[in-house]
């Protein structure tokens, strides 16, 4: 398996509604992370997960809320977003937090706030 | 100042040509080179590594400069399915984890 598999694809949600994004991958990956992607933009850092543990926080608004339950997961709650939140929201993984890996990106939520 | 920067374009570059992209950064301690591919609303995929000694992977030829904090990708014999956006990612190692710092991309058309 050398995938990161992101669910769900798209999502559409009020700005009253509570969802989350799911991020799974099963490659030994030890190090976790969630971008941002407005369109016709390059990737923006919001949080990275090194070893279960929240390492880095881009000053992030606190309506994203990051949860690793263990090394194979990676959520993200989202509760009260604005329009502006609407992106593509990747997630990506590699093997190892401080090592000069590649990363491997999942295919993203399209997510929509209306 | 932007960690990374490239060329937004965009190429527009017929079939068979040989294409030159190039991206500086702006922190000598960055560790890691990477260029990533990304299709029009698709994930980014890495395309390859970047080293000091130059690598090479079919048609594509990747060169670091470190003295000169510049990044080189070069594409011959350009094919259709090369059409797509290039981004320069440069890595740094930060409290305890790597980050990746994007350039905003290189646009790429390949024509007929």
């Known amino acids: 398996d050398t995938e990161v598999t992101q669910t769900p694809k798209h999502l559409v949600m009020g700005m009253t509604n509570k969802k989350s994004l799911k991020c799974e991958q099963h490659?030994?990956?030890?190090?976790m992370y969630w971008y941002k992607q407005k369109a016709k933009k390059p990737p923006e850092l919001m949080f990275v997960?090194?070893?279960?543990?929240?390492?880095i926080n881009e000053s992030v608004p606190s309506r994203f809320s990051p949860e690793c339950p263990n090394s194979s997961l990676l959520n993200l709650h989202l509760h009260a977003l604005q329009p502006e939140d609407s992106a593509l929201y990747l997630c990506a993984s590699t093997l190892q937090p401080v090592a000069n890996y590649g990363y491997t990106f999942g295919s993203g939520t399209r997510l929509t706030v209306v | 100042r932007k960690e990374v920067e490239q060329d937004p374009g965009p190429f527009n570059v017929p079939e068979g040509a040989t294409v030159a992209f190039n991206c500086t950064y702006s922190n000598s301690a960055s560790q890691s080179f990477f260029w990533y591919r990304q299709d029009c609303r698709k994930e980014p995929k890495l395309l390859m590594s970047v080293y000091s000694s130059g690598n090479e992977d079919g048609r594509f030829t990747a060169q670091l400069n470190r003295a000169s904090q510049y990044i080189s990708l070069l594409i011959r014999d350009s094919k259709l399915s090369d059409s797509a956006t290039y981004l320069c990612?440069?890595?740094?190692?930060?409290?305890?984890?790597?980050?990746?710092?994007f350039g905003t991309g290189t646009r790429l058309t390949v024509i007929p």
């Open positions: 990612v440069v890595s740094q190692d930060q409290t305890g984890a790597n980050n990746l710092f």
């Open positions: 490659m030994g990956h030890r190090a």
């Open positions: 997960y090194s070893y279960e543990k929240l390492s």
